[in-house]
């Protein structure tokens, strides 16, 4: 197994530590996400491990051999070049074996009659099988399937990366990191600009990778399906919790009650002393009692609950009544020059509906909600908005909705009625503008304070319509989960475009694909029902794409050499193995899962709360746990059926 052990890893800027003596393993098998508020420091902490920084200090210790690459979150510049050659760029750690191969084979050229060649040989050979088995030799079909499950036609394949927008470029950056096959790899927000299709396929790419992965992340449903620990990085120090993301939140929100209750106790001891101390500073009587509360206030250490885990508490206001047929579009067609978004797109959405659109970027998705909230009226067919319809739009692009010259607060009051006037200071504390927050122009926002905000103006107006473009981004974790709660009790209709699957999973109930090449279509069912079709669409599509790449270029059993045979051979007794060791394995938690059932019904055990939520979360984890591994025995599974149909009567 591989391993890298980070110690005492330490950095400061100025007089704040950043990280403050971080140490952890990571190996080849590691599935970790790494948490923490904005400006904690976790994109530091992975520019460290991959010397992009130098740290104060660190103590660093690896397995030989072991490679990491690393993808940033931003900053990313492409050079001059084609989408191809910079996606290839991945390999280019093999360049020192080519260049070991080419000087070896040079070598042997020279070599005088009488000497020995043999040991140039046999390093030649062993420079070959270490080039072969990496994959080198394959990397077109390598890079050719990354790209195109990230979601690139191959005719951009030739394209300039230049002539790609920024998010583009982050796909671009994604892919050169993903094919570089390394042991591990620390990736920085890589769902970021990644739309359902290639979130869904990143997803499978990371399930069956064959190395470590460190994550930063905001998107929980991603998480989830992908990581089995968590890192939180707070106040420059790191803390491992086992599970996926919602099993940490767990674990973390028994911590945080504790927490907020030292708080609240710490609170009322300072409190008191300060009243003491003010009381009784000038008696000489009670100077020693005075000055013994002062040592004691010194000594506290001050009880902190980590931003990104602090509550965000708000709701809807009650939605006004309407009638039963909320929007109705019809024949509906929407084209930029001779470019067509639309063509005859009609469907209804009912009171009470809960509409999630979603798919592939440059279908048209933020465009719909533009016309459907009167934004964008170039178009033809019709939009008709029911009787007593009122209309809370929430657009991506939040410089649309906010003043940058304002403060937070004046922009607040610019859309509050006159009752609310005193009560604006409450309602954005509880958005986390506390303080001196509320005077920030809204110009110097991040994008996350932008959001809440403009989250916040739409909650001064009951409606009865919420329309929300990507209303999750920006916001962390924890903001998220709360705008999922409020959106829940929220008893109106709701149009919500967005790629956060978590997010959707949690409200949808009619779900609207877009794709650029064929006509929205409409699931009537919820988010799972969903992604079932979806991936059972991605797995129809690779495996004709494999075998469409197999016909063509696998040579036939009869035409490969003695070697080459027996690799062969050997790789399906292997695959055999792997898909009956899977299958026994999916029994035995068939059986474990079973047996939690079993305990979850024992009144012992359900009516003890500690006990019933452990027993739930290890069912929890055995029922990922056996998808996984189905997935896993489906994927090997087409692979042997593949192999035996091709090669299995020839060898």
């Known amino acids: 197994m591989a391993t890298l052990q980070v110690q005492d890893l330490r950095l400061a800027f100025g007089d704040r530590d950043i990280l403050d003596g971080i140490s952890f393993i990571l190996t080849d098998q590691s599935r970790a996400a790494l948490c923490g508020s904005n400006g904690s420091g976790k994109s530091t902490l992975l ?90 030799y394959s990397r077109k079909q390598k890079i050719y399937q990354v790209l195109k ?62 190395g470590g992965l460190m994550i930063v992340s905001h998107d929980q449903g991603f998480l989830d399906q992908v990581v089995t620990e968590v890192y939180e990085l707070f106040q420059g120090k790191l803390k491992r919790y086992s599970g996926n ?35 009784f500073r000038y008696k000489a009587t009670k100077s020693k009692a005075v000055q013994s509360r002062i040592k004691q206030m010194e000594k506290l250490e001050p009880v902190v609950v980590p931003d990104h885990l602090k509550r965000l508490v708000f709701s809807f206001p009650p939605a006004p009544h309407s ?120 110009s110097v926002l991040s994008g996350g304070e932008r959001s809440r905000l403009a989250l916040l103006k739409i909650l001064l107006h009951p409606v009865n319509l919420l329309v929300l473009d990507e ?64 991936n059972e669409k991605e797995k129809y599509e690779e495996t004709s794409q494999t075998s469409q790449a197999k016909a063509t270029t696998a040579p036939s059993a009869g035409s490969l050499g003695y070697q080459e045979r027996n690799k062969l051979r050997n790789r399906i007794q292997n695959l055999a193995r792997e898909c009956d060791k899977l299958l026994a394995g999916q029994e035995k938690l068939e059986e474990e899962i079973h047996h939690l059932e079993e305990r979850m019904n024992d009144p012992a055990i359900y009516s003890d709360s500690g006990k019933i939520g452990k027993v739930m979360a290890e069912k929890e984890a055995k029922e990922a746990a056996k998808a996984a591994s189905e997935e896993a025995w489906f994927a090997k599974s087409e692979e042997l059926e593949e192999l035996k149909r091709e090669n299995g009567e020839q060898l």
């Not at 104060?56 to 690896?62: A, G, I, T, V």
């Not at 796909?171 to 591990?184: C, F, K, Q, S």
């Not at 009171?351 to 459907?372: P, V």
């Not at 962390?476 to 409020?486: G, H, P, S, T, V």
């Open 245 to 279: 993301y919602t099993q940490y939140q767990r674990q973390r929100e028994q911590e945080i009650a504790q927490l907020e209750a030292a708080y609240k106790s710490q609170q009322e001891t300072i409190a008191k002393n300060e009243q003491f101390i003010e009381r």
């Open 323 to 442: 009638g039963n047929d909320v929007v109705k579009v019809d024949h509906l067609r929407k084209a930029f020059g001779e470019h067509e978004i639309f063509h005859d797109l009609s469907f209804q959405v009912q009171k009470g509906d809960r509409l999630a659109i979603t798919g592939r970027n440059g279908a048209g998705k933020s465009t719909l909600l533009r016309m459907l909230v009167g934004q964008d009226k170039d178009y033809s067919g019709s939009i008709v908005l029911g009787a007593g319809v009122t209309v809370g739009y929430f657009a991506q692009e939040t410089e649309t909705t906010l003043d940058p010259k304002n403060t937070v607060l004046d922009e607040l009051a610019s859309v509050a009625a006159t009752d609310d006037l005193p009560k604006l200071r409450s309602y954005l504390g509880s958005f986390l503008f506390q303080g001196d927050d509320v005077f920030k122009q809204v």
């Open 47 to 136: 520019k460290a491990l991959c010397g992009i920084i130098q740290p104060d200090h660190l103590d660093l210790s690896k397995t030989k051999g072991l490679t990491t690459v690393y993808l940033p979150q931003s900053e990313i510049v492409m050079p001059e070049g084609t989408v191809y050659d910079e996606v290839e760029k991945g390999y280019a750690r093999f360049q020192a074996l080519l260049d070991e191969k080419e000087r070896i084979g040079s070598r042997l050229a020279q070599l005088t009659e009488g000497e020995n060649g043999i040991g140039l040989a046999n390093q030649l050979h062993g420079l070959e099988e270490e080039l072969l088995s990496s994959g080198y």
């Open 471 to 534: 209303p999750t981004n920006h916001l962390d974790i924890n903001a998220k989960q709360m705008l999922l709660e409020a959106l829940k009790q929220y008893d109106g209709t709701l149009v919500c475009v967005s790629h956060d699957s978590y997010f959707l999973k949690g409200i949808s109930k009619r779900i609207m694909y877009l794709s650029k090449d064929e006509q929205p279509v409409i699931f009537d069912g919820d988010w799972d029902y969903f992604m079932y079709k979806l």
């Open 149 to 210: 499950g990230l979601g690139f036609d191959e005719a951009d394949y030739g394209r300039q990366c230049g002539e790609f927008s920024g998010g583009w470029q982050m796909r671009i950056a994604l892919a050169r990191t993903l094919v570089a096959n390394a042991t591990i790899m620390f990736l920085d927000e890589p769902t970021n600009y990644l739309d359902i299709d290639a979130l869904t396929w990143l997803k499978n790419f990371l399930a069956s990778y064959k």
